[in-house]
């Protein structure tokens, strides 16, 4: 009887224990992904953002709009009202998130990083869109999508909104730069696995996002961080033309020159010279910006000052959009003018057949009356953005109302309240070709622009990154406005290019015309073509500009245009009190059924 106990305990009962040893012991635990801090930040800035900027290709053309989005543990998703599926990119930023901070192109903790400072976080998703199909999936995505955006509730079932999902590229399905270092990629394991969080002081890169602390004067001329009195510190370092950064290899042990204080001091009094110190990033390994700059410390709109010297200062009033009822192309105007960032579509050079985002700080004039309708913008020679467009130069420029500080109501919230989605907050893109700006003078008004409306990026009125790069603006092709209920609007690069403001229904904007031509006085001194500081001359140099423009275009009004169900069909948002819906047929062979993009 006992023998055959123990060959029970040895045939049965031991293997069991040992199971049960080897299935609790440390060195066979399963081991999961850990949260990072990139996944973590992509994780956040998708949380708090309501709204991206969606692009796709279409029959072989680059297209994009803003769309409403919603996320439930990292899931995205989207209310699209076609059954489609199609490779997008979705591009988001830290500068929509707080709309407190768009008076004045402001970003980050404290509000004082500019939209394309590295430090700003700048995020593109890389994937594929769908209609979900599950049950469980599609009411966890109308549920999410509700909560998120209540007025979607509203919309009418007939207009056939479907709940969507965008699946990520599961690898190199991200692209984030949120701090000095350049961008880079991530697989779609690192933003699934991580939890959402803010830092506000760590971001893609390593470093620190904090505007004071410990570091050395880093000279962009020289390229060399350097430690002596003259330059210790923030204030003394900006004021010599340097940047105060913790990026340098060394951290200076140095005592401020209380002579060198006292000077940017008094100049700082009769006018001011000093900005708070900016940012300085490296090329990325995958492709990034690479930047300096300073960021100045003006609460207004814009303004002129920054370490160049006491400039005059434009003073941009904060009003409210104007009544636009029966003028499509001055109200596509406004908006661009008014938009101090915006999100440049291209075709990727790095993935074959995918579009790719990335937010850019863009100014159009230094003030609304002296727009052309064609913003300019600028790129480091290693960013993503101008590498695509040397091998593929068309581009779109997205832009929405629900960004503007025009439109941001008493209770912080942007247009009116209404969705980011909704036709009535503005949205309007630009398509065409990246085109550089050609000679001294161009570049001198987009430095000029630059300088009276984004004080926090001097880097971008002084020439730009010292890696290189250039400035650009576009060759404008088409143009998509959803404005209002009823579908989009129909305007044509014409129109939009001749428009001429009425100032009878400006009231209060300000006539920037005289402070632009004396920002360009010095200038003008030393430029044969530059004979006048009137604002006649001013006025010569944007005619000249818009005359060169308006010839391009001309020739491509008769160019195709694309008019397809989707885009179309995608307007057709409406209320119950206000339905007025376009109609439209099939292109000749279409079938009505579900299309997919590739």
Known sequence: ???????????????????????????????????????????????????????????????????????????????????????????????????SQFFGAKCGP??????????????????????????????????????????????????????????????????????????????ASAYHDSDPLQHAVKGFGGGGRALEKSGACYNPGSHECECVAE???????????????????????????????????????????????GGHGEHGQHGGGHEHGDHGGHGGHGSGEGSGGAQEVIELPLLPRPDFTDDAAGHARWIVAKSLWTTVSTLSSTNEGEPFGNIRSVVDGACFLSSSGLPYFYLPAPDPTAIDITADKRITLSFTEAALAERVG?????????????????????????????????????????????????????????????????????????QNYGGFTDISPKEYLEWNADLSKLPGEVQCGMVHANLHADYEEHQSGFTSTSFASSSVIVI??????????????????????WRTKRS???????????????????????????
């Open 1 to 99: 009887m006992v023998s055959h106990y123990h060959v029970f305990l040895q045939h049965a009962f031991v293997p069991l224990l040992l199971l049960l040893i080897l299935a609790v012991s440390p060195s066979t635990t399963t081991t999961h992904a850990a949260s990072t801090e990139n996944g973590e930040e992509a994780r956040w800035l998708v949380q708090a953002s309501k709204w991206a900027t969606v692009a796709w290709i279409e029959g072989g053309n680059l297209k994009s709009l803003v769309m409403s989005i919603a996320e439930s543990n990292g899931r995205i998703f989207l209310y699209i009202n076609e059954d489609i599926t199609f490779k997008a990119s979705l591009t988001l930023s830290e500068a929509q998130v707080d709309p």
């Open 110 to 187: 404290d509000g004082a990083l500019d939209p394309q400072d590295p430090r700003c976080a700048k995020l593109t998703i890389a994937g594929v869109i769908s209609p979900i199909e599950d049950d469980d999936s599609k009411q966890l995505a109308l549920d999410t999508l509700f909560e998120a955006h209540p007025q979607m509730a509203t919309w009418p079932e007939d207009h056939g909104f479907l709940p969507c999902e965008m699946k990520i590229n599961s690898e190199n399905g991200l692209w984030m730069i949120a701090n000095f270092g350049g961008g880079g990629y991530m697989d």
């Open 231 to 277: 330059k210790c510190g923030a204030t003394l370092c900006q004021a010599t033309g340097g940047m105060w950064t913790e990026e340098c290899s060394t951290t200076c042990e140095c005592e401020p020159s209380a002579s060198a204080l006292a000077s940017v001091g008094s100049k700082n009094a009769d006018g001011g010279e000093h900005g708070e110190h």
């Open 410 to 482: 008493d209770d912080g919230n942007p247009c009116g309240g209404k969705d980011a989605e909704d036709p009535t907050c503005g949205k309007l893109t630009l398509i065409g070709n990246a085109k550089p700006l050609e000679g001294d003078a161009q570049v001198e008004l987009a430095k000029q622009a630059f300088k009276a409306q984004h004080p926090r990026a001097s880097w971008l009125s002084e020439g730009g990154a010292h890696t290189g790069g250039k400035y650009y603006t576009l060759d404008l092709k088409e143009i998509m406005f959803l």
């Open 544 to 565: 000249v500009l818009f005359a060169s423009f308006i010839g391009s275009f001309v020739g491509g009004l008769a160019s195709e245009r694309v008019s397809r169900s």
């Open 572 to 598: 057709g948002y409406t209320v119950a009190s206000s339905v007025v819906e376009n109609s439209f047929e099939l292109e000749k062979g279409e079938e009505k059924s579900s299309k997919t993009w590739v």
